[in-house]
C-alpha cells in the first residue's frame, strides 16, 4: 500500500504540471485575439502532406452536399522528410500520383498516354485531372496555385525546398511522368477543412472556421475584408482578389502562436522535447497541441518518474510485490529510452482504459514499450501522466478556437436570428449555431477530446454556457482532400494555368 501511495502521490505532482487552468485559458484567449491583429459537379483529384503520411484521393462531387472518395495513403520514408534535395520528395509524390491513377482510374490514365503520343490526336484540356493540393506548412500564398514555402515543420526539413514554389516543383515531377494532371489549387489543411465542412454542413450556417487536431495543428476562418489589415499593405497593393462577399478566409497558421512563450505553459519536458528539436523556438503552440509531439512529452514525462530513485515505477523487486506475480522489466532497447518512441496513439489506448486493473495500457507497456509484468499500480500512473498531457492539449485548443469564435462576433446579441432561416431547423442546422469544422487523429481518436474542449470554453468569460451551447463543432471526415478538390473545381472554372 505504502509504495502505491508513493507511485500515485509522485504521478499525480508531474500530472499537476500540465494543469491549464481556467485562468489560464481566459489570458490564452487574450493573447491569441491580441496577436490575430454552392452548385458543385464532377471528379476532381486531391492529394494531401499533411505530416507523417501523404495522400492521393478521387472525389466525385454530386451537388447535394454530398461526394464519394476513393484514396490511397502512404507513410512518407524518414529519409525522405530530410532528403538532400526536393526533388527527391516530390518524385516521390508523383509516383504515388501516377500509381493510384493507375489502380483507380487506368482507362483515362491510358488513354491519356495514348493521346499523347499521337501527334495526330493531342489532347484536350477537359481531360487533365485538376488537382488540389493540400500543403500543410507555412507557405507564402501569391496564387491560387502558386506559393513558396516559408519552412518547414513536423519533422521535415529539406533546405532547398525553402522558398521555391511548391506547387511548380510538383507539377515538373507529374510532368516527367506524362500525368493527365494539373495542380489547380494551393490548399491548406485547414482551409480544406472549412471548405468540406461548408460543403456537407447541415442547414444555411455559414462555416466560421476549419481546424486541424492531428500530427499538426492550425486553423483558418472567415474573416471581413474590412478587417484584414494586410490587404492595405504596400505587398498587396497589386494584388487582386474577388471583393464580392466581402470576405476572405485566413489561415491563422496558430500552431507558431505566442512563440515568445507569453502565456503558453510549459514543463521540463516541453523544454527538452523543443531544444532536441529540427526547430528549436518555433511551432510552440504546436508542440503542446499535436499529436506529433504529445507521445514525446508523455515519454519524457514517464521517464523522469523511471529515473527518479525515490519513485517505484517499473521497479517491483519481488514478484510477490506484483498483482502479476512475476518481476516487473524493462527492455535495454526499449522505446522509452529513444526520442520519439512513444506514438501518440498510446495516449488514446491509455486515457481510455476501462478494462479491469488497466489491462489494455499493460498490453501496450508490454507489446510497444517493452515494459514486461507493469502492476496495475504502474498503468495507473501511467494513465494519470496521459490523462493530463491530453487534456491540457484539448484546453489549449480551445484557446484557439474560443478566440476565433469571439473575434468574429457571431456570439453577440442579434449577430443571427433563425427566422433568417426558419427551414434550417428541419434540416439539422439553426442559424443560430457557430458551425466549427475539425478534423484530424486527436479530435476523431482521443476519447473526450471534444468534451474537454467545450469544458474549457464553457470558462472562457466572453463565451459562458450559454455560448458554448451555440458552438457546433462536426468533424470534416477526409476535409483537406474533399476540400482541396472543392477549390480544384473553382480553380478550374476560373481557367487556372498550370504552375510553371
Known amino acids: 500500500m505504502a ?35 454552392k452548385s458543385n459537379l464532377g471528379l476532381y483529384m486531391a492529394v494531401d502532406l499533411g505530416g ?45 500520383i501516377e500509381a493510384f491513377l493507375k489502380a483507380h482510374h487506368n482507362e483515362h490514365y491510358l488513354s491519356h498516354l495514348e493521346r499523347r503520343g499521337s501527334t495526330a490526336e493531342g489532347f484536350h484540356e477537359e481531360e487533365i485531372f485538376s488537382l488540389g493540393f493540400t500543403f500543410s506548412f507555412p507557405v ?8 513558396t514555402l516559408i519552412r518547414w515543420t513536423k519533422g521535415f526539413d529539406i533546405a532547398d525546398a525553402v522558398d521555391k514554389d511548391v506547387c511548380a516543383m510538383l507539377q515538373v515531377e507529374i510532368d516527367a511522368l506524362n500525368l493527365p494532371v494539373k495542380v489547380a489549387a494551393l490548399v491548406n489543411d485547414t482551409v480544406g477543412t472549412l471548405m468540406a465542412r461548408s460543403y456537407t454542413s447541415p442547414g444555411k450556417t455559414g462555416t466560421l472556421l476549419g481546424a486541424i487536431f492531428g500530427t499538426g ?7 471581413k475584408l474590412s478587417r484584414i489589415s494586410k490587404l492595405s499593405s504596400k505587398d498587396y497593393q497589386s494584388s487582386t482578389y474577388d471583393t464580392s462577399t466581402g470576405e476572405m478566409v485566413v489561415n491563422t497558421e496558430w500552431g507558431s502562436f505566442d512563440n515568445t512563450m507569453k502565456i503558453l505553459p510549459r514543463t521540463p519536458y516541453d523544454d527538452s522535447l523543443d531544444a532536441e528539436s529540427n526547430n528549436p523556438g518555433i511551432q510552440m503552440f504546436e508542440k503542446r497541441v499535436s499529436g506529433m509531439f504529445l507521445g514525446e512529452i508523455l515519454r519524457r514525462a514517464i521517464l523522469g518518474l523511471m529515473q527518479d530513485a525515490n519513485v517505484p515505477l517499473f521497479s517491483d523487486a519481488h ?14 532497447d526499449s522505446q522509452l529510452y529513444n526520442q520519439w518512441g512513444l506514438d501518440t496513439s498510446f495516449l488514446s489506448t491509455a486515457h481510455g482504459d476501462r478494462s479491469d486493473g488497466l489491462r489494455l495500457t499493460r498490453q501496450a507497456l508490454d507489446k510497444d514499450l517493452g515494459v514486461s509484468a507493469a502492476s496495475a499500480e504502474d498503468a495507473e500512473a501511467v494513465k494519470a501522466l496521459a490523462t493530463a498531457v491530453g487534456r491540457r492539449a ?3 485548443s480551445a484557446v484557439a ?22 427551414s434550417d431547423a428541419a434540416n439539422g442546422g439553426g442559424t443560430d449555431f457557430v458551425d466549427i469544422g475539425v478534423d484530424g487523429s486527436l479530435v476523431e481518436f482521443y476519447p473526450g477530446f471534444e468534451d474537454y ?14 455560448g458554448e451551447s451555440r458552438i457546433r463543432i462536426g468533424i470534416a471526415k477526409d476535409g483537406s482532400g474533399v476540400g482541396a478538390a472543392l477549390i480544384a473545381l473553382i480553380a478550374q472554372k476560373m481557367g487556372v494555368d498550370a504552375p510553371s
Open 3 to 37: 509504495r502505491s501511495k508513493t507511485l500515485a502521490e509522485a504521478a499525480q505532482k508531474v500530472a499537476a504540471e500540465f494543469e491549464f487552468t481556467s485562468q489560464d485559458v481566459n489570458n490564452g484567449v487574450q493573447e491569441f485575439l491580441t496577436q490575430m491583429g
Open 52 to 96: 507523417t503520411n501523404f495522400r492521393v484521393c478521387s472525389i466525385q462531387l454530386h451537388g447535394n452536399s454530398t461526394f464519394s472518395l476513393t484514396q490511397s495513403k502512404v507513410a512518407i520514408p524518414r529519409d525522405l522528410m530530410v532528403a538532400k534535395t526536393s526533388k527527391e520528395l516530390f518524385a516521390f509524390l508523383a509516383k504515388q
Open 453 to 466: 474542449v467545450r469544458e474549457a470554453l464553457r470558462e472562457i468569460k466572453q463565451i459562458g454556457t450559454k
Open 401 to 422: 478556437l474560443g478566440a476565433v469564435v469571439i473575434s468574429s462576433g457571431r456570439l453577440g446579441a442579434g449577430a443571427m436570428h433563425p427566422k433568417d432561416h426558419p
Open 140 to 147: 507564402h500564398q501569391v496564387g491560387i496555385n502558386r506559393g
Open 394 to 396: 484539448a484546453r489549449l
Open 319 to 332: 514478484s510477490d510485490k506484483n498483482d502479476l506475480h512475476s518481476t516487473t522489466t524493462v527492455a535495454e
Open 217 to 223: 495543428t492550425n486553423g483558418a476562418y472567415v474573416e
